[in-house]
């Protein structure tokens, strides 16, 4: 069952001019120190900032507050499963709203898609609730 999605697009040239006037107070204020870590060792830092804003925005939309109603910026962080595969790791009043959107006897899965095409980055999220497996006898 699909509970929620969301998208945005965004020019990578916005971010890099972003980031040149405000350095480290836009990246403290925006993203977690995981995404820093990793956007830091690309070759195309900018785009992969942007592509995580994008995919921090278009969760937002899916969890239906924007940011809005305790959801900050960096209450959504884009994390890598060990295959590769991009999510979200949500705390603070992004959890709660997500908890508050979930089911009872329900999971939430939350899956993202993100890519570039300089000028821009873009990315997908789709919040869903899967069952959860039953209790173990």
Known sequence: MIL???NDIIDIRRIERTIERFGDRFLDRVF???ERQKSDRRANRAASYAKRFAAKEACSKALGTGFRRGVFWRDLGVVNLP???PTMQLTG???RRLQQITPPGMAAQIDVSITDDDPQAQAIVIISA???PPPAV
Do not use: F
């Open 4 to 6: 929620g999605i969301g």
């Open 32 to 34: 977690t120190a995981v």
């Open 130 to 132: 899967v069952p959860l």
């Open 83 to 85: 295959g590769g595969k």
């Open 93 to 95: 009043g992004a959890l």
